[in-house]
């Protein structure tokens, strides 16, 4: 369940950035080579595909979403 919501929010914050040259500055800006920076920001997958994709996951990881204020639902339900 936790996977998918996180996988919601990589959606959300990639739909946010919008354009292809600010896809690829934020991808730089997360630690990405820029020649997959360059292929991440005008691939023609979906932007659920993309969310999904190893480049986002590792990039917008959970414990990036936490510093964001993100709190886990399996963590908050333990509290």
Known sequence: MDDGIRNR????IRIDWKKPKRKRKNLIRLGVDQDHAYAWSRT????WAVAQSPILRTTIAVKRLKRKGYVSLIEYYNR
Request: proline share 0%; glycine share 24%; with cysteine.
């Open 9 to 12: 929010l990589r959606y959300c």
């Open 44 to 47: 023609r997958k979906g932007g």
